[in-house]
């Protein structure tokens, strides 16, 4: 029985330590699946499983602990990054932008209150409170990565001494926190007097009235007689509009034209364009026909294949410089990217992992196949090249200082500020470096899940030493009180002037709400009284500058405040 003891004690052993994470995280991702009230914590309850270990002594070497804890940061908002970064600019459209102000000030509310809270509570000369009430802060936003960024900030205000302990803050803070955002919306519901039924045909009517950029198929009969005797690019020149004629129905010979090919009254043609241009189009060459050409395409050889992008030598390159049509005669008609189908402009820049869709004789379209890779086997292939060479330059970036006057430190994006700008960054321009920057959603999923679990079991078991003092016998239920206020006063204050004042739907505050607290918990709820799919675009268009502020906020407040 000696060497099962030893196992457990011998804290110097890499047997220790593989048992210590294993049993923790287990533990904790178990015990996150258990809902009460319909809420779970999912792997957050990693923390405390992390806590309850490091309280009974079940531990490990502090350098050891402190290096997964940063390497788990450093994966999981990288691969945040990753995933955020090809919608990042995107997201500052019309309503993005209003959306992204509101969150804006969400997160700056969050801060002021945590101050009130401080110097209304607390003893401000005791040098340990507001680390503490960062710790909370963090806790009430339910974001994991901001507790990072200010552990690390810490780090650089206090060095190697007694920097305080922030995630017993964190600890006290973030199951209530889940449930104050999604008390918060209720509240809001219910001052705003919104009834659900009602915000679900507002947005279907909504959605009918505002077509996105989707491509549109439809077969035409051309009876403008201007465009008689001019060729597909002169036409698409006049409108200034991409459109992609994929199939010519001429004198009863079906082709495939190219934008050399000449237009003649009586002409049947299969277009597809987006969504929107569809009334202009329709306008100008001819009305919108019932036909079926599949006799005729067997006959001429033609088939639509959807091919997937794999070879990286494509990634980056432009549809119109790729020149399908003149060179093997064939036309691409539409785009699927991470779901979403997208009209086959010619500025469309090709990534890898891209399915498009491609009209043509068989042989052609083969040949593009070969072209674009096509291979399923080498998209599975994860390209952790990408990430390491991303983390290495994050890190570097990160560790740049920028001296500002009034801190006591220079100011440096730290381990998660910087590997989070850089993925962010990579994932929206790295096709032009040459990176393949595709890795699937589940592969994403995983590392993140990896990344995070390891920085909260870390976090957890160095905190569980101090934190039953600093619950039961310290300010624990004054943290947990603030924590609560930190959580519900920007929600009511932001959701309601969304509401009144700007006119959002609904469900599109619940899901700004959610993302700018980062809280898939809390979207899941959001999810599951919308019909559509207001909430996850709401979410979707303020989680990547959320979260990178979130971060960023971290790190000022410490260096600013904590070490003066």
């Not at 450093?74 to 209003?98: A, C, N, R, Y």
């Not at 003092?469 to 239920?477: C, I, M």
Request: some cysteine; glycine content about 10%; hydrophobic content about 45%.
């Amino acid at each position: 029985m000696d060497w099962l003891i030893n196992l457990f004690t011998s804290t110097d052993s890499v047997a220790h330590i593989a048992i210590l994470y294993s049993i923790v995280i287990a533990l904790g991702v178990y015990l996150g699946k258990i809902k009460i009230g319909g809420i779970s914590l999912g792997v957050t309850f990693v923390l405390f499983a992390g806590i309850l270990a490091g309280h009974i002594g079940f531990t490990g070497p502090t350098e050891v602990l402190t290096f997964l804890q940063d390497f788990g940061l450093i994966l999981f908002v990288f691969m945040i990054g990753l995933q955020v970064g090809p919608g990042f600019f995107e997201s500052f459209g019309k309503d993005g932008i209003k959306l992204n102000m509101l969150s804006i000030v969400a997160i700056l509310l969050n801060v002021l209150v945590m101050f009130a809270c401080y110097y209304i509570f607390f003893d401000t000369s005791k040098v340990e409170n507001l680390p503490m009430m960062v710790g909370t802060m963090y806790g009430a936003v339910t974001n994991t990565p901001g507790l990072g960024a200010a552990n690390e900030a810490l780090h650089s205000v206090f060095g190697n001494g007694n920097i305080p302990s922030i995630a017993n803050g964190y600890a006290c803070a973030y199951p209530l926190g889940v449930v104050g955002i999604i008390g918060a919306m209720i509240a809001i519901k219910m001052f705003t007097h919104v009834d659900y039924d009602e915000e679900n045909e507002k947005l279907k009517a909504m959605e009918s009235e505002n077509p996105h950029a989707k491509p549109h198929p439809m077969y035409l009969k051309v009876t403008n007689e201007y465009i008689a005797g001019r060729n597909l690019k002169e036409v698409s020149e006049f409108l200034n509009r991409d459109i992609v004629c994929t199939r010519m129905m001429h004198n009863g010979e079906l082709t495939v034209p190219t934008r050399d090919t000449i237009f003649e009254k009586g002409d049947e043609v299969h277009v597809v364009c987006q969504e929107s241009d569809v009334e202009a189009i329709q306008a100008f060459i001819g009305p919108e026909i019932e036909a079926d050409w599949h006799e005729n395409e067997a006959q001429q050889n033609l088939v639509s294949k959807r091919i997937i992008v794999t070879n990286s030598s494509v990634n980056g390159k432009s549809l119109g410089k790729m020149h399908f049509s003149s060179l093997y005669g064939v036309n691409i008609t539409r785009i699927t990217r991470q779901g979403m189908d997208l009209f086959a402009s010619r500025n469309h820049h090709f990534h890898v992992g891209d399915r498009v869709m491609v009209v043509g004789p068989e042989e052609n379209v083969d040949r593009v196949a070969e072209l674009l890779g096509n291979s399923q086997k080498r998209l599975n292939a994860p390209n952790i090249a990408t990430i390491f060479i991303g983390i290495m330059v994050g890190i570097l970036f990160g560790s740049l200082p920028f001296a500002i006057p009034g801190m006591p430190v220079p100011l440096k994006l730290g381990l998660a500020g910087g590997p989070l700008i850089i993925a962010i960054l990579i994932g929206r321009y790295g096709y032009r470096m040459g990176l393949v920057t595709y890795t699937t959603t589940s592969a994403n999923m995983m590392l993140r899940e990896f990344g995070l679990a390891l920085f909260l079991a870390s976090v957890g078991i160095k905190a569980g030493k101090g934190f039953w003092e600093t619950v039961a016998q310290g300010d624990g239920l004054l943290y947990v009180l603030t924590g609560f206020l930190i959580t519900i006063i920007p929600i009511l204050i932001v959701g309601t002037i969304a509401r009144l004042k700007y006119g959002f739907n609904y469900f599109t505050i619940m899901g700004m709400i959610s993302g700018t607290y980062t809280d898939p918990p809390a979207l899941a709820y959001a999810n599951s009284v919308c019909s559509g799919e207001a909430s996850a675009i709401g979410y979707s268009t303020v989680y990547p500058l959320s979260m990178f502020l979130r971060i960023f906020t971290a790190q000022i407040v410490v260096l600013f405040f904590c070490g003066a």
